[in-house]
């Protein structure tokens, strides 16, 4: 019992840090998955996989939601 109220605190950091830690590595995970998608695309363009057509308007797609993330981001911070 008294052990339990003198490391209280340090649970309660340790739950917020482990929270920041899981955030943190979502929104990277997000942005390196839009990346991979973008030189997805850019490879599949070049070996004509796609269409030109096809490419930009996935292309921008992807530009978008990266333009969202980096928002999104900076709001938070």
Known sequence: MVW?????????????AEQIEERATTELEKTENLQKR?????????????????????E????????AEMDEQEQEQ
Request: net charge negative; glycine share 4%; hydrophobic share 50%.
């Open 4 to 16: 339990q109220l003198l490391t209280a605190p340090l649970d309660g950091l340790l739950w917020i």
């Open 38 to 58: 973008l030189t997805t695309l850019q490879l599949r363009f070049d070996l004509g996989d796609i269409s030109e057509e096809d490419f930009m308007a996935q």
């Open 60 to 67: 921008q797609e992807i530009l978008e939601a990266m333009e």
